[in-house]
């Protein structure tokens, strides 16, 4: 069982720049795939960035690569994204995502645990 509590969303103008937290519960997490998803209004839920595993690959996607980071601290049971120059087409309920480690980490279906997500409106 694993619980992930997502916090860090607001209100932020074009441009500018948040950092998401997720932290999660379980002693596994250093081995888990940890994702993030956002999902807008009248749109499906769409992946935005993953680590395999701590000290594992990262990906993004190409909508945010270059803009936004993600990371984590074990220690902390924690993972991050740190989201740079925002843009209005950000906005979207984040959803912090786990799992272990397999095939489809771009997909919801490649993950079991999810927050309840957090809010990031970007206004232009």
């Known amino acids: 069982q694993v619980q992930l509590v997502e916090s860090g969303g607001g209100l932020v103008q074009a441009g500018g720049s948040l950092r998401l937290s997720c932290l999660a519960s379980?002693?596994?997490?250093?081995?888990?795939?940890m994702g993030w998803f956002r999902q807008a209004p009248g749109k499906e839920r769409e992946f935005v960035a993953v680590?395999?595993?701590?000290?594992?690959?990262?990906y993004y996607a190409d909508s945010v690569k270059g803009r936004f980071t993600i990371s984590r601290d074990d220690n902390k049971n924690t993972v991050y994204l740190r989201m740079n120059n925002l843009r209005p087409e950000d906005t979207a309920v984040y959803y912090c995502?786990?799992?272990?480690?397999?095939?489809?980490?771009?997909?919801?279906?490649?993950?079991?645990?999810w927050g309840q997500g957090t809010p990031v409106t970007v206004s232009s």
């Open positions: 995502a786990a799992g272990p480690p397999a095939r489809g980490y771009m997909s919801t279906h490649g993950y079991e645990y």
């Open positions: 379980g002693r596994a997490f250093s081995s888990y795939t």
């Open positions: 680590n395999r595993w701590s000290g594992g690959s990262t």
